[in-house]
């Protein structure tokens, strides 16, 4: 299994490339960051990175380790002007960017920032669409095409893409997992392991429809971690937030593990959010990787 970090977007640049640092000088095997302009919920004052500059950053000061969104929001971005930003932030070390997409869903964001925000079945319809634009700009370079959201006419995602982008995409209802089906390399969503094994079963048999065999598309999921001893001694942000947690002694942080393990997961991501600020953060993560997860990591 991979572990990799996922610094909140809710804290200062600086913060944020601290803990990318440090998870590539300890081994991590990926950094993650989410898609979104502000909170959710609670005060709107707090600094928020935005996500494509911040990995842009990662990449060009951060060496090695693999950078992904967890993920885009569709509304935010046209994709064929995405797919030529993708096409231009993997050259600045090839291989390494994960293009996660996802459909978008919150909704203060969107009337804050004066995007639109369309009922969910038109957001999974442009998400459809928008993946085909992507994974054709990405694979064949120069696309036309005219669908029911997005015209494109001989677009182009120059530079080249010295091998594949993968593509991840973020999605967990019913008929969004079709979508994962359809395009994914790789799927992610929040859940507990007994989540994973539930939405599996649905991804095969959608990928059966697809034609496509589900042991193809790499699976990864995260939690909130802490090493708090229960639910109640986390930040109430995050421990009423209705997230899966991974919490408590080592003994049971891995017994979770193996949970997910023996759900199929490819990839566990640890939110920093839990873990607290500064130096004590650093050295949860230092914990967490060489005390929990170190019997799980797969070395290939």
């Not at 951060?62 to 994709?79: A, C, D, M």
């Not at 990787?289 to 170190?294: F, I, K, Q, S």
Request: charged share 20%; net charge negative; with cysteine.
């Amino acid at each position: 299994m991979r572990f990799s970090v996922w610094p909140i977007n809710q804290q200062p640049l600086a913060d944020v490339l601290t803990v990318a640092r440090h998870a590539a000088a300890t081994g991590w095997d990926g950094v993650w960051m989410s898609d979104h302009l502000m909170p959710a919920s609670g005060p709107g004052d707090v600094p928020v990175v935005e996500c494509w500059t911040t990995m842009t950053a990662i990449m060009a000061t951060v060496p090695e380790i693999r950078v992904g969104s967890l993920v885009l929001s569709n509304t935010f971005r046209h994709p064929g002007v995405l797919a030529k930003m993708a096409a231009t932030l993997d050259a600045i070390d090839p291989g390494r960017l994960v293009l996660g997409l996802g459909a978008g869903w919150q909704i203060n964001e969107h009337h804050a920032y004066g995007i639109d925000l369309p009922p969910p079945a038109r957001r999974l319809q442009d998400l459809d669409e928008a993946c085909r634009i992507v994974r054709s700009m990405l694979n064949d370079g120069v696309v036309d095409h005219s669908g029911d959201r997005y015209q494109l006419e001989q677009a182009r995602a120059f530079p080249v893409v010295a091998r594949p982008v993968p593509l991840l995409v973020g999605v967990k209802g019913d008929h969004a997992l079709r979508l994962a089906a359809r395009h994914a390399d790789e799927w992610n969503l929040w859940a507990s392991p007994a989540m994973v094994v539930d939405r599996s079963r649905l991804l095969a048999a959608y990928c059966d429809d697809e034609g496509r065999d589900p042991e193809r598309i790499r699976r990864s999921a995260q939690a909130v971690v802490s090493f708090v001893g229960r639910a109640a001694e986390l930040d109430p942000r995050w421990g009423r937030a209705g997230l899966p947690l991974m919490i408590g002694s080592t003994d049971q942080m891995q017994a979770e593990l193996q949970a997910y393990a023996d759900a199929g997961l490819d990839e566990f991501i640890v939110p920093d959010f839990g873990l607290g600020t500064g130096s004590h953060r650093l050295d949860a993560l230092d914990r967490f990787l060489t005390e929990v997860a170190a019997p799980f990591r797969d070395r290939s």
